[in-house]
C-alpha cells in the first residue's frame, strides 16, 4: 500500500468532492471491497486511507494467517481494538476495518462515537465471486469455504444492521460507482462537507 504525502493528497482531492470532517470507518464482510472502496475515498477526499489489518500486520511482523495460526482470534482482536483505539485518535481519514472488528461491542461503542461508520453490504454471490480463489483469508480455510463465507454472513449481517450508514452494493458496480454511493451517505450524514453529487 503506497503511502501519499500531504501535498500528493491535496493535489489528489477532486473538485467538488467535499471535504472529510469525521473519520469515515468501512464495515462488512470479506470481498464487501472495503479496501478498494477505501482507497478510492481517500483520493477523492485528499486524505489518508488506514487499514486496520495493515497496521496490525506492520506492528506484529506477521501476516494475519500467521497470527492466527500462532496466538489465536482472541489474541489478534485483542490487538485489533487497540490499533482501532490508535488510529481514531488522529486527523480525519477512511479507515478500512477487518470483517469481524464490528463484532466487538467495545469496538461497536468507540467507532460510532468518533466516527462515521458504514456498512457496504453484498450479497453472497458478490462475495463469494470475490473471495473465492483468494487463500488469504484465515477464516475460510475449511473443508468448505463457501458454506463458512455464508455462515459468517448469517451471524454477521445482523450486527453490521446495526451500523448506522449502509450502501448495498450491486454486481457490476465499479469501485467508482459504490464510492459515489458512499460518498452521498456521508454527505447527508455531515460527515462530508460540500460534496457535490
Known amino acids: ?78 490487538k485489533e481494538s487497540a490499533v482501532i ?13 477487518g470483517g469481524g472488528a464490528w463484532m466487538s461491542e467495545a469496538n461497536r461503542r468507540l467507532l460510532t462515537a468518533r466516527a462515521a461508520v458504514l456498512w457496504l453490504e453484498a450479497d453472497l454471490d458478490l462475495l463469494w465471486s470475490r473471495v473465492r480463489h483468494k487463500n488469504t483469508r484465515p477464516l475460510l480455510k475449511t473443508a468448505n469455504p463457501k458454506a463458512t463465507l455464508t455462515e459468517l454472513l448469517a451471524q454477521r449481517a445482523p450486527v453490521y444492521a446495526l451500523a448506522p450508514l449502509k450502501v448495498h452494493v450491486e454486481p457490476g458496480w465499479s469501485i467508482d460507482d459504490t464510492g459515489d454511493r458512499v460518498m452521498a451517505e456521508l454527505a447527508r450524514a455531515g460527515a462530508v462537507e460540500g460534496y457535490a453529487e
Open 85 to 97: 483505539a490508535r488510529l481514531l485518535e488522529g486527523p480525519p481519514c477512511v479507515l478500512s476495518t
Open 1 to 78: 500500500m503506497g503511502e501519499t504525502t500531504p501535498q500528493s493528497r491535496e493535489e489528489g482531492r477532486r473538485e467538488g468532492a467535499g471535504r472529510l470532517v469525521r473519520t469515515v470507518v468501512l464495515i462488512g464482510m470479506m470481498g464487501a471491497g472495503k479496501t478498494a472502496v477505501g482507497r478510492a475515498l481517500a483520493q477523492r477526499l485528499g486524505v489518508e486511507m488506514r487499514d486496520s489489518d495493515a497496521e496490525i500486520v506492520a506492528s506484529a511482523q506477521l501476516s494475519i494467517p500467521e497470527i492466527f495460526e500462532r496466538y489465536g482470534e482472541p489474541f489478534f482482536r485483542e
